[in-house]
């Protein structure tokens, strides 16, 4: 059974950081469609459309019969644990910090047998398990076998946080504290058992509703922190850059502005908050924390953005919020690139209209606040990086994939 996880002493300041190591992340061409499914929290096989063939590693042809029909679909991962070994030794420089590592093969009810790693409560074979698909450091997918039910603390299990953003124990940065979507985050951390979540605040005199209950939590610490002044902003990185494991950017400006809107002042204010403001943090906390990422049990991990259904296709009616948007989702994809060196995993959100004063107008279903924050925990724990929280997101995301040209048109009368 994994033992429960123990709170990491403070590092000694003295001592040298160590620098971070990463996977191997050599994979094939066509083995990138397990990872992306992969970053979205599904195990998907190729499937022969001709024979029906479940097939393991991907391949150009079926194993069965040759055919070049091969289609990726979500895959049941149960199936019976064969055999297992533990590895002791390894020539890697990562593998070699984590020695010993248990390893199996899985022959699944779909079929195939799988090379997977395997949880730490995993019964001996032959053991019924449920195998899943995860990102390593390097962002690549990775398969481990779990059991067939949960156990105590399996969550704990070191090679699972390893490949996971688990908050339980981390030191979170939550850059906007003031709105209803910044508050459930926070809170939502706490109970995630963060150790310190640092709650951002651009303008203290103003008084949100529920801000006041937020601050009497032991382990919420306000800060300073205007994303739209790069002076405040590495202030502030001065001061906690050096032990941030999670930031998630909470800091947003919306307002309903079309693009033929005259004026220009709408778009700028959207822009310095949704674009240049998560550039300010990059740009300020993003070495830090690339530095921090192989530091002891609870290193630097996760850099969470929360973006909008609506960066991959614009809503008219919110025309220049959702152009600030698109914008930050190109620019977090670069983070993501910059920042996978280190093994830090960039997590995108991407939520339908919240229930918040700026889509007062529109009808339900929205999403509501304290929805989006469990989501985002759902993601860290599970090591995904996009999410699309929400029945608006969930069907805009399916439309846009089928086809964006009708999609954008389907859009210009919302």
Not at 42 to 47: C, G
Not at 120 to 148: F, N, T, Y
Not at 178 to 195: F, I, L, N, T
Not at 301 to 309: C, D, E, P, Q
Request: aromatic share 4%; glycine share 6%.
């Amino acid at each position: 059974m994994t033992p429960a996880l123990i709170k990491p002493k403070p590092r000694n300041p003295v001592s040298a950081l160590r620098l971070p190591t990463l996977p191997p992340p050599a994979r094939s061409r066509s083995a990138l469609r397990l990872t992306a499914a992969a970053a979205e929290g599904r195990l998907e096989l190729q499937h022969c459309a001709d024979c029906g063939t479940v097939q393991y590693p991907s391949r150009s042809a079926c194993v069965t019969c040759l055919s070049h029909r091969l289609e990726w679909r979500e895959t049941n991962g149960a199936g019976e644990l064969i055999s297992g070994t533990v590895l002791h030794h390894s020539n890697e420089l990562y593998y070699r910090e984590r020695v010993p590592l248990r390893l199996g093969t899985v022959r699944l009810d779909a079929g195939p047998a799988l090379l997977v790693h395997l949880q730490g409560d995993c019964a001996a074979a032959p053991s019924r398990v449920r195998v899943s698909a995860h990102l390593d450091k390097s962002g690549q997918a990775v398969l481990i076998a779990l059991p067939a039910e949960d156990t105590a603390n399996m969550a704990d299990d070191p090679m699972l946080r390893e490949m996971t953003s688990d908050p339980k124990f981390r030191k979170v940065l939550v850059t906007d504290g003031k709105p209803a979507v910044g508050q459930a985050v926070a809170m939502a951390m706490v109970e995630a058992g963060a150790d310190i979540v640092w709650v951002g605040v651009a303008e203290p005199w103003k008084q949100a509703p529920g801000f006041d209950a937020l601050t009497k939590l032991k382990q919420i610490e306000i800060v300073p922190l205007d994303v739209t002044d790069e002076k405040s902003v590495e202030e502030l990185a001065g001061v906690i850059g050096g032990k941030v494991d999670i930031l998630i950017n909470t800091a947003e400006f919306h307002r309903t502005h079309t693009v033929v809107d005259r004026g220009t002042e709408t778009a700028r204010a959207e822009m310095e908050v949704n674009y240049l403001g998560l550039l300010r943090l990059a740009q300020a906390f993003g070495p830090a924390m690339r530095v921090r990422a192989a530091e002891g049990s609870a290193p630097a991990t996760a850099w969470v953005n929360l973006l909008s259904i609506h960066a991959l296709s614009a809503l008219p009616s919110h025309g220049t919020f959702s152009a600030t948007k698109a914008a930050a989702f190109a620019l977090s994809q670069n983070l993501r690139a910059e920042m996978r060196h280190a093994g830090i995993r960039v997590v995108n959100v991407f939520p339908g209209p919240i229930d918040d004063e700026w889509n007062q107008l529109v009808p339900p279903p929205k999403l509501a606040p304290v929805a989006l924050a469990e989501a985002i925990v759902a993601a860290l724990r599970d090591g995904i990086e996009d999410v699309y929280p929400g029945d608006v997101a969930q069907d805009i995301v399916t439309r846009f994939r089928e086809s964006a040209k009708v999609l954008e048109r389907e859009l210009w009368d919302q």
